[in-house]
């Protein structure tokens, strides 16, 4: 059983950084591709981006792809989001996610079987 869990989250000041971590425990997640998505209050759980196993990478769109590039480190299990220039609407719970072996859109949730509980981020203006 393949288990996610997310750190890094915490309170920042707009402009600030921070690194969040998914480690991965159980069965390896290579070659799976691994993706962050983001709950922000009162709203949907929306897609952030993606790295394939062969480490290519898919973002929401040009703003997110500029400050929050994505990364994973296979010999130790982990995937990270650096999130720079952080912005009061970046403020979510940002969980990490595996991907379906096969399965098409990067974007729907439905596409992810295995789900961390998820680490806040708020970001003061």
């Known amino acids: 059983q393949v288990v996610l869990v997310e750190s890094g989250g915490g309170l920042v000041q707009a402009g600030g950084s921070l690194r969040l971590s998914c480690a991965v425990s159980?069965?390896?997640?290579?070659?799976?591709?691994m993706a962050w998505f983001r709950q922000a209050p009162g709203k949907e759980r929306e897609f952030v981006s993606a790295?394939?196993?062969?480490?290519?990478?898919?973002y929401f769109d040009d703003s997110v792809k500029g400050r929050f590039p994505i990364s994973r480190d296979d010999p130790n299990n982990t995937i990270y989001l650096q999130m720079n220039n952080l912005k009061p609407e970046d403020t979510a719970v940002y969980y990490c996610?595996?991907?379906?072996?096969?399965?098409?859109?990067?974007?729907?949730?439905?596409?992810?079987?295995?789900w961390g509980q998820g680490t806040q981020v708020t970001v003061s203006s």
């Open positions: 996610a595996r991907k379906l072996a096969g399965s098409d859109s990067y974007y729907q949730q439905a596409n992810y079987d295995v």
């Open positions: 159980g069965r390896t997640y290579n070659p799976y591709t």
């Open positions: 790295i394939t196993w062969s480490g290519d990478t898919i």
